[in-house]
């Protein structure tokens, strides 16, 4: 399920920014267009728990998720103007946040040790790095036949393929039951009900605060790599240098599982914290151009830690009849109300930092992120307590 899941999600994302800078689009345009996941991210995967906590398996609705955006983001291909662009994007993004959820929740509903997540996610990073390896060899081979030309874009079609077979197989799953079919409501009561736990408060502050820097990173990072002023790489070479962070992500996830025992929840979030604020810090530098590749690296830390680690702790606090619904609050705040401002923040940064002759000043830009998550890594240090697991691991 990660390995399709991930190869879609990488085929229509690692080279997004990229496509919408050829259309011509401008850094808030750009950055709108990714807003349409933090919009989704609003509405979408809370509906989509409250649903499969309830009413449907969760592994029919995640194929339903899948097989409706195959057509959308082929449409996608075909639009020339911001506005159809985005629509389609929106429509893509109001499909994937749920399938995200969801995701999590079929896995964790099948594993009986959750500290093993790790080793079932490291197929998602694999098809990642599959994808975008593939996508590097096939902007390769344009850039010697049609040299100047764009073909970024026909990884929406390759996308759209990849989510068509995600969502069948996703359809073969092992069933994952509604988990509280007595729900009564879209699961705001019981989900909320967590936020008398102060460790699950301080755990949605950070993940709010981390969340609006994603943005620096997630939207402009191929920009960085690929401008004259950044650090000048060729499209092909610059996606192959992003998925170096998939690269290392595999090594960490391996290794989740036994840093999990061995150091705790916290420490783990901290240290992706702590890479995310380095990450942003090692790229205010801007060369050489080794350093910014090994900064990509970083991403692995990033992810596995702290993207996977917040799943991880906020299963931990739930309970069952309300675990895919507390997922869906996480994913409300980091992916919805934190990433929308984000977005806001980072396309506008990028437009203000744009020099007269052309060309950013990426300096000043990822200063900001640095400072910001800095400070959260600080304050999350200091205040977040780690609860003891309420419930059996089985």
Avoid at 102 to 120: E, K, M, P, W, Y
Avoid at 235 to 260: D, K, R, Y
Avoid at 316 to 331: F, I, K, T
Wanted: one cysteine or more.
């Amino acid at each position: 399920m990660f390995w399709l899941a991930q190869m879609s999600d990488a085929a229509s994302l690692v080279l997004l920014s990229g496509y919408m800078a050829d259309m011509g689009f401008s850094g808030t345009q750009i950055s709108s267009v990714y807003a349409t996941m933090a919009l989704a991210a609003l509405v979408s995967p809370f509906l989509a728990g409250w649903l499969a906590d309830r009413f449907f398996p969760s592994q029919i609705m995640l194929g339903i998720c899948y097989v409706l955006t195959a057509p959308i983001l082929v449409a996608a291909w075909q639009q020339t103007t911001f506005r159809g662009f985005w629509l389609c994007i929106a429509g893509v993004s109001l499909l994937r946040m749920p399938a995200r959820t969801l995701s999590n929740v079929v896995a964790f509903h099948h594993l009986r040790d959750r500290t093993r997540i790790g080793q079932v996610r490291v197929w998602g990073t694999l098809g990642w790095i599959f994808i975008s390896w593939c996508l590097s060899g096939y902007l390769r081979l344009w850039e010697g036949w049609d040299p100047g030309g764009s073909h970024m874009g026909d990884a929406l079609l390759a996308s759209a393929v990849i989510s068509a077979i995600c969502g069948l197989y996703c359809l073969s799953l092992p069933h994952t039951p509604p988990g509280n079919q007595q729900a009564g409501s879209l699961g705001f009561s019981a989900s909320f009900r967590l936020l008398r736990n102060p460790a699950f408060v301080v755990l949605l502050a950070i993940g709010f605060v981390s969340s609006t820097m994603n943005p620096f990173f997630y939207n402009f990072a191929f920009l960085f790599l690929t401008e004259a002023q950044g650090v000048g790489l060729a499209p092909s070479t610059a996606n192959w240098v992003q998925s170096l962070g998939q690269v290392a992500e595999v090594a960490v996830l391996l290794m989740l599982g036994t840093s999990l025992r061995r150091f705790g929840i916290k420490r783990i979030l901290l240290v992706g914290i702590a890479a995310q604020s380095l990450r942003f810090a090692l790229f205010a530098l801007g060369e050489p151009a080794w350093l910014m590749a090994a900064a990509m690296s970083l991403h692995g830390f990033v992810f596995t830690f702290y993207a996977v680690g917040i799943t991880i702790a906020v299963d931990e606090m739930s309970d069952v009849d309300n675990r895919a619904s507390a997922q869906g609050l996480m994913s409300m705040i980091r992916g919805g109300a934190g990433s929308l401002l984000g977005n806001y923040l980072a396309g506008t940064t990028y437009d203000r930092l744009a020099m007269d002759g052309g060309g950013h000043e990426w300096t000043w830009f990822f200063l900001v992120p640095a400072m910001v998550t800095g400070v959260g890594l600080i304050a999350f240090g200091l205040v977040f307590r780690q609860s003891r697991r309420r419930r059996s691991v089985g």
